[in-house]
């Protein structure tokens, strides 16, 4: 187990001001944050590139900021992969094994087990230079797995990719943590891909630590605007709250939402564009938020299409285009839409 | 298509007059080369080349050249890659004292090195102790190393800061040292750097005048440099000797530029 | 706590080894400087900075500095901006030979201008016609401009070639012409790089020894620069007065590099 | 109207080979195409920046080739907004009106309404530098808008701005287009962008023309593999075709799917991956394509979420992902595909 307590550095440019943070054992953290939130900084420091100003990191109970870099056995990738050009992909592979000075037998057997599991025996002869983006990150997460880390950093290893090889690189990492199950911490800028690699997520900004838990808490509970904001809700309403029989109901511009969860006073309601569903006629159904509305805009995103509807506040609703042309959906029709009253997160402002 | 013409001419005027310009200095360049070569005949200039005089400077000059070229790499690799990676308090003062030596006259740097060697305890320390620099060939090394330094300095820190520190963190996180990183992975990384360097260094080693004049003196057939001998020869009226000088040094200066730009250098010097 | 002090110390052997060489070469640096400035006595140092003979080559100096820096500044800018943007057939080969100045030693420069302007057809026309640079201070501003205007064209090519030419792009849809767009778009754009690249022509002119030595000689109170004055000083045993035209040397070059720094000069040379 | 007829130019890097191309009044045309298609080549050789080797370009019947660029009157906005940094928001905008030698007061009255349409009267005093990303590149249209040129070039203008700007400065060209009616020739890479602004689209590749014409044209019946790729179906089959009734049967792996564009032989045919409807029972309709699978794999991208279902061949359907719940999908779960025969897209290979 990973924990870090209150820690604080300060680069100029970046920072981190009270930092803590527990990983398990075979966690896969998601670190997210907009550029600039010292995501990458942090990796640097549990790596022990630079020694932090005040807080502990432990490992095992112990403390590590003592222990130099080449000690510490955590691995690091980063999104630009960082092959040394100068050498093979096979002595870039072996460079760990040689610095600890294994054996070149075992070394071998090593090698050649790993390079199997990602697919770079083909290209062991090449140079770096020569290779694509994809090949070049397989060998460089080849390169810091070889001397089987407790901990491996991901610093955006996916965003230089192109989509198709984003995806495919992204199952690979799943599938790598599933077998050798070593405690992952991967700093993305990407909520989807937080969404689908880890099992824990933390958000940052400005150097803090904004939010904390499971990945699918976080998406679902928010707990401040910045992070509702971050994750993707376009439904962001500010009313006021009264609460009854456990469920809170929403006063906004004299439309009421109901919520599930109860708050007082002044709130922020936050409801996700699919959790809304539109249909041509209202809908008997359990669900308590129940609008009808005119269509104000329709914002094609391609193969998404977000559908904005006026029931006094405008309200988004994401559909697919095949959903678009079913109900013959044009501004200024008018539309039923339906969301349950856990489908609506609250939070105090 | 007259016309056509008449008007891209009239749209490039400005063009044609600034590469008009580049053109003009060119030619001079050429021209004022193309002059000093060919200025004495084929004949006089082979037998000066073969004088044991300009046989002498040749050897001095190399020998020199290559010696303070040396030290100028070990000297500035370490003290680049310090300047380039470490931040420290002070930093930016002594940044400026090292770069002093490019803004410094040669002739100064001379007669500096001239009263420090020549004239301080430490100097005289030295020469008690037989390392003596005041007239002597190894002056003209020093007075090489002392003013091309710099240069070797310059480009190797562009290059350290070229290349991003996050391959050490790696090298790091592998289990090398800091030393061990460096020998690995930095210094072979900046091997175009240092090539570029040192050629740059020696070209302008081998043609170092006013500081070495000011500490090895002009002695002939003992301090005497290509640089140094042109001067002699000048004086006392021998041009045969002197362009037999200079056409070497021109020889070698085209000989380093090219290089120098095949090799792809750029460095930030300033 | 003193564990904790000994093993960062035994981890960054590394920094303290190669940050110790770049303090060490400041020290000898700024040793050397201090040596000059303080080896004659305040008082006989104020007494040669007011003697007629350094007060001339003072004003020689600046003179001749100021003209060659202005015409390099006119001069490399047309030169500099074709070299950055147009593409065209020898391009390379016109490069090299415009950078030929840099690697050529001074010295070998000097000779090279004393033989075209001193004796051929060109040279001896010019001097019928009352423009004479042999042993005269227009020599001076000739040596001057032609050993250091490459590092002005230099530092001009990187910056225009550091403006995206979409700058340009734009203001020409816009309804500039060519020139127009350079005068209202590149040249205020490249205004730092100007600035930088006169700054270090500036004090390269001012320090310039070789080249002028041969163009113009070295005749007191005539083509007396600080320079000349430091070498005829030094040769004649007036150390006083050599010492007086080396620290007003050191003094601009400390002043022109700090400059030069403040501005966040960086300019590729080479 | 601009006709573009066979251009040929080579830049090294960058090339047009055989470009043509008509655009008429008052079209927003989008050009598309991965980096290095020589989409920026297009839009600068328009403007007059380069010489082509061969071929024309005519505007209103009659070559511009030989006028240069201040003369051609056409705009210019760049991704990177390109504008002049020692000048003030003020200045720069006025900087066209100042070569054209428009006389003050007549500047001052052109420039007020402008500024006025793009909401960047507050920062006439400011420098380019001070400004955001969305603010500059406000400047930068109006830049370019102020001299009233026929036909304003916008390369990849919203590349460089974050989600929310992008969408923001998206509406406000589309509102410009409408208002001044001006012929526009933007260049992304954006597949969303071109669907949400153009009303025709020509995709590019190594420096050609790929395919031309209406937006949703391009979009249903992409021509050939690289285009239909870049549009973004994922359902891309190969198969031997044959032709009854004016539909074509597509043999693919034993399965056999149903288009209604005719053609023989060996065919790629397309589906986008939201014409598929997934339901839990076989549903009755005019569709001509239906099968049953199991879900293979789901791929969460966050907001959509796409199924793979293996009816023989895999299949990937978009669905949101509250139909991903309601329908409680898992893998290896039995479920209907549905899709129109039209809604399949052939083209020979």
């Not at chain 1, 977000?306 to 309200?315: C, D, L, R, T, W």
């Not at chain 1, 079913?326 to 539309?335: A, N, S, T, V, Y």
């Not at chain 2, 004088?51 to 040396?70: D, G, Q, Y």
Request: proline share 4%; charged share 20%; net charge positive.
């Amino acid at each position: 187990m990973i924990s870090i307590t209150d820690l604080h550095i300060n680069l100029g440019e970046f920072a981190l001001r009270g930092v803590s943070l527990s990983v398990e054992d075979g966690d896969y953290l998601m670190v997210l944050g907009p550029t600039g939130a010292g995501k990458t900084i942090l990796l640097e420091t549990l790596a022990g590139i630079y020694t932090p100003k005040s807080g502990n990191i432990l490992i095992g109970g112990k403390s590590i900021l003592n222990i130099p870099p080449r000690k510490r056995n955590i691995g690091m990738v980063y999104q630009d992969y960082m092959l040394f050009p100068h050498l093979s992909v096979d002595k870039n592979i072996r460079f760990g094994l040689k610095a600890n000075k294994v054996d070149k037998e075992k070394a071998d057997e090593k090698i050649k087990s790993l390079v199997e599991l990602l697919n770079i025996s083909h290209l062991m002869h090449r140079r770096p230079g020569t290779l694509s983006g994809g090949e070049q990150q397989r060998v460089a997460i080849a390169r810091a797995l070889i001397v089987e880390p407790r901990v491996l950093l991901l610093d955006e290893p996916l965003s230089a990719l192109d989509a198709k090889t984003r995806a495919t690189l992204r199952e690979e990492l799943r599938r790598i943590h599933d077998i050798t199950g070593t405690t992952m911490i991967h700093v993305t800028h990407s909520f989807d891909e937080a969404f689908l690699l880890g099992n824990r997520m933390a958000i940052m900004d400005h150097g803090e630590i904004i939010q904390e838990g499971e990945i699918s808490e976080v998406f679902r509970k928010p707990n401040c605007k910045f992070v509702a904001d971050f994750v993707g809700t376009t439904n962001i309403f500010y009313g006021e709250s009264l609460v009854r029989n456990g469920l809170s109901f929403i006063k906004i511009d004299g439309t009421e939402i109901v919520s599930g969860i109860p708050a007082e006073g002044h709130v922020y309601a936050t409801v996700r564009p699919e959790a809304i569903l539109l249909s041509l006629h209202p809908i008997e159904s359990s669900a308590r938020n129940a609008f009808k509305g005119k269509v104000s805009r329709i914002l094609d995103e391609g193969s998404i299409i977000k559908v904005e509807i006026n029931a006094g506040i405008p309200m988004i609703a994401a559909i697919t285009r095949r959903s678009l042309e079913d109900m013959e959906i044009f501004p200024g029709k008018e539309l039923f839409m339906t969301f349950k009253a856990t489908d609506v997160h609250v939070f105090k402002v | 298509m007259l016309n056509k013409l008449l008007i891209q001419l009239r749209e490039s005027k400005f063009k044609l007059i600034t590469l008009g310009v580049a053109f003009l200095l060119g030619a001079l360049i050429l021209t004022l080369l193309v002059c000093v070569v060919t200025h004495t005949s084929p004949e006089a200039l082979l037998d000066s080349l073969g004088s044991p005089e300009i046989l002498f400077a040749v050897r001095l000059s190399l020998t020199t050249s290559l010696i303070s070229t040396v030290l100028c790499i070990i000297i500035a690799i370490p003290m680049a890659y310090a300047m380039a990676r470490y931040p420290f308090r002070g930093k930016s003062i002594l940044n400026t004292i090292l770069d002093m030596p490019l803004a410094l006259p040669p002739l100064v740097a001379g007669v500096g090195l001239l009263i420090v060697f020549g004239s301080t305890a430490f100097g005289k320390g030295l020469a008690d102790m037989g390392i003596k620099f005041i007239f002597t060939p190894a002056g003209i090394v020093l007075a090489q190393f002392f003013v091309n330094f710099p240069f070797m300095y310059r480009i190797l820190k562009s290059t350290f800061e070229g290349i991003n520190p996050r391959y050490e963190h790696v090298s790091r996180t592998l289990g090398c040292t800091e030393a061990r990183t460096f020998w690995r992975v930095s210094l072979p990384m900046a091997k175009n750097g240092v090539v570029a360097g040192a050629i740059i260094t020696w070209c302008r080693g081998i043609g170092e005048f006013g500081a070495a004049l000011m500490v090895a003196g002009a002695t002939r057939m003992r301090t005497e440099t290509l640089p140094i001998s042109i001067y002699l020869n000048m004086s006392c009226g021998d041009l045969d000797l002197a362009i037999a000088a200079a056409t070497i040094l021109i020889v070698i200066s085209v000989i380093s530029l090219y290089t120098f730009e095949k090799l792809g250098g750029t460095a930030k010097l300033f």
